[in-house]
């Protein structure tokens, strides 16, 4: 069982740069195979998958959010980061990292349906 926990703060001035980790634990999978994603929920809206990294430090992003976001990992850690730059009021959302074992192609990354273990989630808003 993969276990996710998502921290930052809940809440950002627009024009700063929003950054969360997502911590994990549990596994047995081989951790090459895993891709680890964050997706948001805006208020009254749908999941919306924003990128994702692989083991091997490869990022993939949605192209809604490839000009200013930024995704890290620290495998020793293990754990992953996601930066949003330029915030504004409509990056109010909860905000959720998730992973899957499963070997995927780039396009299957952006399903968040693919995605089998999901933190909590954590609310983000922007406010003057």
């Known amino acids: 069982q993969v276990v996710l926990q998502e921290s930052g703060p809940g809440l950002v001035k627009p024009s700063q740069t929003l950054s969360l980790t997502c911590t994990v634990s549990?596994?047995?999978?081989?951790?090459?195979?895993?891709?680890f994603g964050w997706i948001r929920q805006p208020p009254g809206k749908g999941l919306e998958w924003m990128g994702a990294?692989?083991?091997?430090?490869?990022?993939y992003y949605s192209p809604s959010f490839r000009s200013r976001a930024y995704i890290s990992g620290d495998t020793s850690e293990n754990k992953f980061s996601l930066h949003l730059a330029s915030v504004t009021a409509e990056d109010t959302a909860i905000y959720y990292c998730?992973?899957?074992?499963?070997?995927?192609?780039?396009?299957?990354?952006?399903?968040?349906?693919?995605?089998?273990?999901w933190g909590r989630g954590t609310q983000v808003t922007v406010v003057p």
């Open positions: 998730a992973a899957t074992p499963d070997p995927l192609t780039i396009d299957q990354r952006k399903d968040v349906a693919r995605y089998d273990y």
């Open positions: 549990g596994g047995s999978r081989t951790a090459e195979y895993y891709s």
């Open positions: 990294i692989i083991y091997d430090g490869s990022q």
